[in-house]
């Protein structure tokens, strides 16, 4: 009987390792997924027209994060993301890190390693907030605001 319970624990951590594993094609398919369907700046100003269908918003920059009517009676989206950067330099200044990016997804990112004896980290956040009204389902109006700090 002990024989048969090794072969099957062997058999369940051979299985499970290589199954662990997520092939690095997939990754970066999945990081440029996230990528493409990042919350921009120029993805706002080419998507929003007045008049556009909320349908067509959601589909171009997906859900918003709140959803409420103003004191007109106007249905009011509120986009509001966040998203960090941080930047290594050396020395030689031969390399960069980047994390996150404005999107759906927060901190999504890759690292590349620097070869310099003294790195220098800077980081810095962006914020973005989007404002719709819409009446009848269609754009009235929108504002957004971004910043880099």
Avoid: H, R
Wanted: glycine share 8%; proline share 1%.
């Amino acid at each position: 009987m002990d024989k048969i319970l090794n072969k099957l624990f062997l058999f369940f951590i051979i299985f499970s390792l290589t199954n662990c594993s997520v092939p690095m094609d997939k990754v970066n398919k999945s990081m440029e997924e996230d990528k493409k369907n990042q919350l921009t700046l120029g993805k706002i100003q080419q998507t929003l027209k007045k008049g556009i269908a909320q349908d067509q918003i959601v589909i171009a920059m997906g859900s918003p994060n709140l959803v409420t009517v103003d004191s007109a009676g106007l249905e009011t989206w509120i986009y509001d993301k966040i998203s960090t950067e941080v930047t290594a330099a050396s020395a030689s200044n031969s390399a960069t890190v980047l994390g996150g990016g404005i999107g759906s997804k927060i901190g999504v990112g890759g690292a590349i390693g620097s070869s310099g004896s003294a790195a220098k980290k800077i980081t810095s956040q962006k914020t973005l907030t989007v404002v719709l009204k819409f009446k009848d389902k269609k754009l009235e109006s929108y504002t957004y605001n971004a910043s880099k700090f």
